[in-house]
């Protein structure tokens, strides 16, 4: 595996529109779960930034890249707590979202009452977009391939609400291919 935000000809510029959907949101101590090579580090302050990463290549390329920022393949320990939390373009690779956003959701700061979770993913509309631009090298083939389910509104509001979340912002972006979802503890 690599860093899919750097395989196809586009996905830098989505990369890139994600974590400008995404930076309004960033507050705190962050984190970057599902860090990539590390690209969000650069709006964040290095003592407030965690990132954390499954694929080995993709962290060393972000500790080449960020050498002051904290990047990891390990889970932080549960008693490591952020004020936010960000996923881009993660959601949709999972088999339980729920569970995922339960994990999630165990590290967000008690004490903060507006800590929160911030999601990115692909508009289930937009799977045929993906599907084919993948075909000719627009965008990532391994991320189109390991898609489990993409989720549109209504799905992100019932995982959420199943993980114990509240959904308290929602928009799509990227002329609607792409959607951001906020979440904080609670339901409604």
């Not at 990369?15 to 990539?36: E, N, S, T």
């Not at 890249?65 to 490591?80: A, D, G, I, Q, V």
């Not at 373009?89 to 903060?112: C, G, K, M, Q, W």
């Not at 990115?120 to 390991?146: M, Q």
Request: with cysteine; glycine share 6%; proline share 4%.
């Amino acid at each position: 595996m690599s860093d899919q935000g750097t395989e196809g000809l586009l996905s830098p510029y989505l990369r890139k529109k994600r974590i400008q959907a995404a930076a309004p949101h960033l507050k705190g101590r962050v984190l970057d779960f599902g860090c990539g090579s590390g690209a969000l580090a650069t709006l964040i302050e290095p003592d407030k930034y965690l990132g954390y990463e499954i694929d080995s290549d993709s962290i060393q390329q972000a500790q080449i890249l960020y050498p002051k920022h904290c990047f990891t393949s390990e889970l932080p320990e549960s008693s490591n707590k952020f004020d936010t939390i960000v996923s881009l373009a993660v959601i949709e690779h999972i088999s339980d979202p729920i569970e995922f956003l339960r994990i999630l959701a165990a590290y967000l700061n008690e004490t903060a009452s507006s800590s929160q979770i911030v999601v990115t993913t692909p508009h289930p509309l937009f799977d045929w977009v993906h599907y084919l631009g993948a075909k000719i090298g627009l965008f990532s083939k391994s991320a189109n391939e390991e898609h489990e389910d993409l989720l549109n509104r209504s799905k992100l509001e019932f995982v959420g609400k199943q993980a114990r979340l509240m959904l308290i912002s929602y928009r799509r972006f990227l002329f609607g291919a792409n959607q951001i979802a906020i979440y904080t503890k609670g339901s409604k």
